[in-house]
């Protein structure tokens, strides 16, 4: 009997450290993206994660706008703000040297970071959930309504974005620039849209992980430094210009976290990311998965 709640205990650690998993593994695909078409680090996509649980609280707390439409409202802002920013600031400075880049994306998340904590306060919020308290159980593992709907956008925009990396055109010229930049200059691809496709891209999904997971999750405007430093460690982990490193990287960190905060302390749960990410500089500097797929 003991056996069994056990197991029980285990696999509802499991489904919640894959929900946590989802939030990570959509800014972290934003981050690699980037990384991989541009090589720019942009810890800027921190601050469109709390951008987009802010847009959301507001639009549906003092706009009267439904919950899923707020979503899509955060993933236009995220989309918007950042091909701005990479337009405005990345790639006129990447001109002179990709550390001006790093620097840049740094000073843009700590001034996002603090004309929030002026706009909005200090305040911890939460937006409520259109689902409620409802929730499914089997077998005593619990899910709720909202974390089934987080697990399953997030399996819709994962597969949106393989298949436009994959099938479409401005996908394909990603990959391109991914790949072979030079090549790709040669063969007449605009450099420029490219790059603001894949800043706008990445908005858009740090600003829909940030919507989405403010109805679990408590933020301030100090959340968005939080959740780029794991994402960061987690494309590191995963393989800088990975796909598929991003996602596994992820679920890797965000389980190993659970677990830590279960079975260890939960003030060690945080350094679970960074320790990964370490060890995989000294043993696999590529991370697991490497670049971009062909």
Known sequence: MRRAVD????????????????????????????????????????????????????????????YFAAVALAMATGAVLAALNGGVVYLPLQRHGGSLTFVAALGVLLILQNAALWWFGGDFRLVPSPFGDGKFSAGGVVLTHHQAFVLGATGCLV?????????????????????????????GIDIQRVGLLAFAVAGGLAGGAGALMAPVRAFDPHIGAVVILKSFAIVIFGGM??????????????????????????????????????????????????????
Request: charged share 10%.
């Open 241 to 294: 210009g990975s796909v598929p490193g991003a996602i596994v990287g992820a679920a890797v960190v965000a389980l190993a976290e659970t677990f830590t905060a279960a079975y260890l302390a939960a003030e060690f749960a945080d350094l679970v990311a960074f320790g990964l990410m370490i060890v995989a500089l000294f043993a696999r500097p590529q991370g697991l998965l490497g670049r971009l797929p062909t």
């Open 159 to 187: 597969l949106l974005l393989w298949a436009g990396l994959r099938y479409t055109k401005p996908g394909k010229a990603l990959r391109a620039m991914a790949q072979q930049p030079e090549a790709a200059r040669l063969v």
């Open 7 to 66: 197991v029980v205990t285990i696999l509802q650690f499991g489904v919640n450290g894959l929900f946590v998993a989802t939030g990570y593994a959509l800014v972290a695909l934003g981050l690699t993206l980037i990384f991989g078409v541009l090589h720019v680090a942009d810890f800027a996509q921190g601050a469109l994660y709390m951008l987009g649980a802010y847009v959301s609280f507001y639009a549906t707390q003092a706009g009267g706008v439904g």
